[in-house]
């Protein structure tokens, strides 16, 4: 019986399998970022299960050479942000496609396509250097896979208050789609923006958005995963905070065998803030359900605010992982660093994992975090039953009640509003 192979071997030949299976994208304003990440990637090779911070989530089908198929789900439901007046670009298994997407120009926006960029676009020397920047002190190998091996996305200018969101629409079309997607926002100061996105994008999908907020900007970024069970997503948002900016993120994330979200904020200005937060629901009654919720907050600036809020439903043996970390850097007097996350289990077999972590180095500061896991309260159950309410509307009232906190991060009443109907349509076909 041959003996095992080292650890590193193992690694360099997934990474090398991996990326022999892609088509590297040539030239361009992006070659020298690229060829960066890759010989990052290289280096460091992609994760396994060994990583610290992959020991709750196995990444094998997110390396795995080829995709696994998984089956083109027909939804039903109309699209969650359809009743709201926005910009939609549309991107089928990866592809920019420009049939279903509008007009590429909103008083405000420069918006162009990451596989038609000139070389004299803006975005040269910006494509991938928060994703460079966001490899300290933690690797995130995907996310340089992304830099590297990214076929389209978009590259979007906020130069001032936009009047309405942009959404990025991902459409899953073909069994055994692949797609990467890197996406750049730059934002200039005291510019507004509302980016969405929805959809599944492919049976495996890797995106990257990097954004760069100047001082004083404010972006508003809600996101919506769902309803393909088969699906296979790591996802990477990273933010570079300056002075005064605001960034605010929500994720709603329904089904999916695998979802792994990842941030990455550097706060480097005075005065600013930065949210992100979400809301999972999973039922592994059918198909595995795994929901990741990874997040690094940095704070280099002085009197600087930063929340993590997430929350979990669980059933069937689904599983919730959380890992969350507050860095305050020397000097970052005032900071203010608030974490929380909990899971409501509506059942025995369901799982949630956290690992809350705080790093402060210095003296002048509020920072807390907390962790809880548990079933839906008895108590108020009988309560709602013994006022007439049925047993499946009453547990879907205490659902939203405990995933409330996280949906009140999003600032605007209306995509709120369609946030919880989308929740409320999951619960009722699940309790």
């Known amino acids: 019986m041959a003996a095992p192979k080292p650890r590193s071997d193992l690694r360099a030949e997934t990474t090398a399998a991996r990326l022999a299976a892609l088509d590297l994208p040539q030239g361009g304003f992006t070659a020298p970022a690229r060829a960066d990440a890759l010989a990052r990637l290289q280096v460091m090779g992609l994760p396994t299960r060994r990583d610290e911070y992959w020991k709750y989530t196995d990444p094998t089908t997110l390396t795995a050479a080829d995709a696994s198929p998984a089956a083109v789900l027909v939804d039903t439901e109309a699209p969650v942000f359809e009743a709201l007046d926005r910009l939609k670009i549309v991107f089928v298994d990866g592809v920019f496609d420009a049939a279903a997407s509008d007009d590429l120009s909103l008083e405000g926006l420069e918006i162009s396509r990451l596989a038609e960029a000139g070389d004299l676009h803006w975005a040269k020397g910006l494509y991938g250097t928060l994703e460079a920047n966001g490899q300290k002190p933690v690797v995130r190998p995907l996310a340089a896979l992304n830099s590297a091996a990214a076929t389209d996305g978009v590259l979007i200018r906020v130069t001032g208050r936009v009047s309405k969101p942009v959404e990025l629409i991902y459409r899953h079309m073909s069994e055994a789609s692949d797609a990467i997607l890197h996406h750049f926002v730059k934002m200039e100061p005291q510019a507004v923006v509302t980016i969405l996105e929805s959809g599944p994008g492919a049976a495996r999908f890797n995106t990257v958005m990097e954004v760069d907020l100047g001082a004083s900007a404010s972006f508003h970024h809600i996101r919506v995963q769902g309803r393909d069970h088969h699906r296979r997503a790591v996802t990477h948002l990273f933010a570079r905070i300056a002075s005064e ?47 990741d919720d990874t997040v690094f907050v940095t704070h280099a600036g002085t009197h600087c605010e930063s929340r993590q809020v997430f929350k979990k439903v669980l059933k069937n043996g689904a599983t919730g992982v959380f890992q969350g970390k507050i860095l305050v850097k020397p000097g970052a007097q005032k900071t203010d660093g608030y974490q929380i996350s909990q899971s409501l289990l509506l059942d025995g077999d369901s799982q949630f994992l956290a690992k809350p972590e705080l790093e402060i180095y210095a003296d002048d500061v509020k920072c807390s975090h907390g962790s809880t896991s548990g079933a839906i309260d008895d108590t108020a159950l009988f309560y709602l039953r013994s006022r007439g309410v049925p047993l499946a509307e009453a547990q879907a009232l205490l659902v939203l009640s405990f995933l409330g906190d996280a949906i009140a991060e999003i600032e605007d009443a209306e995509i709120a509003e369609a946030i919880t109907d989308r929740l409320e349509a999951w619960l009722a076909r699940r309790l």
């Not at 900016?245 to 089904?255: E, G, V």
């Open 245 to 291: 900016a605001t960034f605010k993120s929500f994720t709603l994330t329904m089904n999916g065998a695998l979802t792994r979200n990842e941030a990455v904020l550097d706060i480097t200005g005075d005065h600013a803030t930065a949210h992100i937060a979400g809301a999972s629901v999973g039922d592994a009654k059918t198909v595995p359900f795994h929901q």
